[in-house]
């Protein structure tokens, strides 16, 4: 009988000894679960990709024996990070083409235009990053001296928010444009009658009907580097905010190697042939990439004055903006994607086609539940149209447009309208949450710059003092939710990621200070550190 007693001693104080084997401890850490009580830890067990556990370091480490230990000597971690809307596959393309980001002049421009044709020739040259409004003379450029420049190589210079191009008159030929040419949904800049070089949004698409598609090699060298520009940021997930079928397969078939890590949910452009393959088809869903919706274009932008106002722009009488797909049209894609299970995902800058949106998704969408819709930008809204919101349509915006668009946007709309533009506070208080994006590569990669405006608004000169129509700053636990869970919960997501919680993926990121409560100012140059995909290191 004693021994009986013994061996069940041992064999109680054994199994009680015994510890479960994991892949990861990680441990001493600051960690912001982000779960529903935004709550925090201090370790965490991760295996096979996912974590198993989270809690207090005594804990994890009296449970789990692991493979891999991390002490991060108190450092914070953060879930990864999520850009709700950008251009994931467009930011690998421009490092393959001339890089105008930042440029102050046209003649700085052309500069660069020389000095690559000159190191990388090519028989059709393109570019991207320009804006007028950092020009001391803010007017739309001319093609008068590209036309000098280059007589015999089409030149096509894409404006930062890919709503306007100024090419040359050899692309102009190439593509057929002529004074007499009309295109509906955008406009042919003219002068005194004559074409200007300058096209803005539906007729930018004769001159990419031209130009020489990217070798597959091209291809996969943008999505890589795109991949490395993201991570290096702590993005682990990208929303893609228009892809067309080869690319996403492309995509796919790159994840399955194993040679892209980063996870993409993949918008897929409106195009005939892309909703009939994918409508049909249906969602398609691995770990790694996640097709569930379609990106469609409402209007222009801003900045180009080609997002559609229900009044004239103030800086320019007489001049509404043009809707890039038509009313009648946006109607009758909302009532195709509502009848299958895709999410619709509409641009929409202008207050004009933001209430053409918001009226075909409420149409649409009538006796229909969790369908999760978003509208992307929702940059101006009329006041009584804010409450379209409540209907559980979702706002993806990006704060770092109103920082960057702060210097000139009551010029464009005035002092009453501009009231209702950027307005995340407002948007989130209808809708319960805000999907926070960057857009690039319209802006910089970097989330901590979302972070800092959406929370600061302001430059990073510290302007204006006080911040931008502060009533509209969202709060630093807010910002966190939109750049984490309520981006995943955007992607229908919000079950895998998101969050540091057991089941879900074990993407997370190290920072080198503390986002929550360091000085607001030093946020824009915080690091990525570390940053975990599935629980493996990317850097």
């Known amino acids: 009988m004693k021994k009986f007693l013994l061996f069940c001693s041992v064999a109680f104080f054994l199994s009680c000894n015994t510890k479960e084997e994991v892949d990861l401890i990680v441990y001493n850490a600051n960690i912001y679960t982000v779960d529903e009580d935004f709550s925090k830890a201090t370790g965490m067990a991760v295996k096979d990709g996912k974590i198993i556990a989270v809690g207090e370091t005594d804990f994890i480490q009296k449970k789990y024996t692991a ?15 999520i850009d709700a ?29 020389v000095a690559f044709q000159k190191e990388r ?109 993201c991570l290096d940021y702590g993005l682990t997930t990208v929303n893609d905010a228009g892809l067309d079928r080869a690319t996403i397969e492309l995509i796919d078939s790159l994840q399955q190697a194993g040679e892209l890590s980063i996870r993409i949910y993949a918008m897929v452009s409106n195009s005939p042939e892309n909703l009939d393959y994918f409508l049909n088809k249906g969602i398609i869903k691995t770990e790694g990439l996640d097709v569930r919706s379609v990106k469609v274009y409402g209007d222009g932008a801003l900045g180009s004055r080609g997002a559609a106002l229900r009044a004239p722009y103030s800086d320019q009488p007489g001049h509404f903006g043009a809707m890039v797909t038509r009313v009648d049209q946006i109607g009758a894609l909302a009532e195709r994607i509502a009848a299958s299970d895709y999410q619709m995902n509409t641009h929409a800058i202008g207050d004009s086609a933001n209430i053409v949106v918001l009226r075909a998704y409420q149409k649409a969408l009538e006796g229909k539940k969790d369908r999760r819709w978003k509208v992307e930008h929702a940059q101006v809204i009329s006041q009584p149209d804010f409450d379209y919101f409540e209907a559980g349509i979702i706002p993806s915006v990006q704060p770092t447009h109103a920082t960057s668009d702060m210097y000139w946007a009551e010029d ?128």
């Open 67 to 81: 493979k891999e230990e991390l002490d991060t000597e108190g450092k914070t971690i953060v879930p990864g990070l």
């Open 85 to 113: 809307h950008c251009h994931f596959y467009g930011l690998g393309l421009n490092q393959q083409i001339v890089d105008l980001v930042g440029t102050t002049s046209f003649d700085e421009i052309l500069e660069k235009v």
């Open 121 to 229: 020739p090519s028989n059709f040259i393109m570019g991207s990053g320009w804006d007028q409004n950092d020009w001391e003379e803010k007017e739309f450029p001319t093609k008068d001296k590209l036309d000098e420049l280059f007589p015999d190589t089409p030149v096509a210079l894409e404006r930062i928010d890919g709503h306007a191009l100024v090419v040359n008159q050899k692309a102009l030929d190439l593509a057929g444009i002529t004074d007499e040419t009309t295109v509906e949904g955008g406009e042919i800049v003219k002068k005194d009658g004559k074409i200007t070089g300058v096209l803005v949004d539906n007729p930018m698409g004769m001159i990419y009907a031209v130009m020489p598609q990217p070798s597959k090699e091209t291809q996969i060298q943008a999505l890589k580097d795109a991949e490395k520009l």
């Open 412 to 539: 464009r709309l005035g002092p009453e309208r501009v009231k209702g533009a950027y307005a995340y506070k407002q948007l989130l208080d209808k809708a319960g949450l805000v999907a926070l994006g960057t857009d690039f590569p319209v802006e910089k990669v970097s989330p901590f710059l979302t972070f800092y405006a959406a929370v600061a608004r302001q430059d990073l000169e510290n302007y204006p003092e006080g911040g931008y129509q502060m009533e509209n700053a969202l709060s630093r636990e807010e910002t966190l939710k939109g750049m984490t869970i309520w981006a995943a919960y955007s992607n229908f997501e919000e079950h895998e990621k998101g969050s540091i919680e057991p089941g879900k993926f074990a993407d997370f990121v190290i920072l080198s200070d503390d986002i929550m409560i360091m000085p607001i100012n030093g946020v824009p140059n915080l690091k990525a550190e570390q940053v975990f995909v599935g629980g493996v290191s990317m850097k």
